[in-house]
């Protein structure tokens, strides 16, 4: 069984200007996240790309409990998360733990090293001591004595580091990290890439990383899933979607990367157009407005799921 199970999830958002959309008798709401199903398994790392408004961070949302899912299904270790009570919310909060971006800068300036990441333990009413500061200190490579320090007073990596153990504070068993290289330059992105590998390696925790950063998803993830308007259009092992994507926005977003890599084979596909809003999704498959390869029958027919080779890759492609 996997740590984490998500089957056909679908997430939905009113819509702006609801009530104009009523009197012309559409809907009120619109599907952010539509129909996704994942798995992640106990200690591994998923990464989550796609470009900005595909879902990712609602998914995220939806797996901590600030969204309620509109359909599908979340289980967490066996467990429903659905269906969890308040009483349950609790301890799957300690076991499921939420990376935000930028996760020092949104905290208080105010509170030193020490309270900023031993607070997760205040809130769930256990005794966090100098020892469990060091001892998180220790698990992101800071020396004991950066527990004294204040936000301020920190570089833009070490900022990271004290998020990270801030997010290890309740040994979760599942991580999520969003964008946890935004803002960052090239060589403290590296460094924080080395951290979570190096943190995973220690705890054992699983991770999902939501990032636009492809290197990121490169050194960090077994596996990847690309999402495009709240789907997903290819999901596999890492390594055999950088060598052999095959969903043309995969290769697309391949291509815009910065720094590609020199072992990509291939043709370039070149990504124009603005992503579609989820409010007004095209018809048939989502990506024809802007595939290089679109033929008529991709305006009408719905993409479907094709497995490509034995390893779980697969990819949405047309009928
Ligand atoms: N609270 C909200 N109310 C209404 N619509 C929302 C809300 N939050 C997100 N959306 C919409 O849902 C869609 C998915 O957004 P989401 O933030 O999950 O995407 P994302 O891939 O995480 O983007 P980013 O990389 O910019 O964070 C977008 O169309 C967005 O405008």
């Known amino acids: ?41 106990a200690g591994q790392t998923l990464g989550l790309v796609g470009e900005s408004g595909s879902g990712k961070s609602t998914i995220a ?24 009570s308040a009483r ?119 991770i999902l990383v939501i990032t636009h950063n492809l290197n990121l998803v490169r050194h960090v993830t077994d596996r990847m899933a690309i999402m495009y308007l709240g789907r997903f259009v290819e999901e596999g092992p890492t390594g055999r979607i950088f060598e052999h994507p095959r969903h043309p926005y995969t290769k697309a977003l391949l291509c815009a990367n910065p720094e590609p890599d020199p072992d990509a084979r291939g043709e370039r596909v070149e990504l124009s157009g603005e992503v579609p809003s989820p409010v007004n999704r095209p018809s048939g498959c989502d990506f024809h407005p802007r595939c290089p390869w679109a033929r008529d029958a991709c305006k009408v027919n719905e993409p479907d799921w094709q497995t490509e080779g034995d390893r779980g890759h697969r990819c949405m492609f047309p009928l």
């Open 88 to 206: 349950d919310w609790a301890r799957l909060r300690r076991e499921m733990s939420m990376m935000w971006q930028d996760p020092v800068g949104s905290l208080s300036p105010r509170l030193t090293v020490r309270s900023l990441i031993t607070e997760p333990l205040r809130i769930h009413g256990q005794k966090a001591d100098r020892n469990e500061a060091e001892r998180l200190l220790s698990l992101v490579g800071l020396p004991g004595e950066y527990a004294a320090r204040y936000p301020h007073q920190l570089s833009g990596g070490q900022a990271r580091r004290v998020g990270v153990a801030r997010a290890l504070a309740l040994d979760p068993r599942l991580l999520i990290a969003d964008e946890p290289t935004a803002g960052l330059d090239m060589s403290v992105q590296g460094e924080v890439l080395n951290l979570l590998n190096e943190v995973q390696q220690r705890t054992g925790v699983a």
């Open 61 to 84: 949302r939806t797996l901590i409990g600030l969204k309620a899912p509109a359909s599908g299904s979340i289980v967490f270790d066996g467990e429903e998360v659905a269906s969890a």
């Open 1 to 41: 069984m996997s740590l984490l199970e998500v089957t056909d999830l679908r997430v939905r958002y009113a819509r702006q200007g609801r009530l104009r959309a009523a009197l012309r008798g559409e809907a009120h709401d619109f599907e952010a996240v539509s129909g996704v199903s994942f798995s992640i398994e």
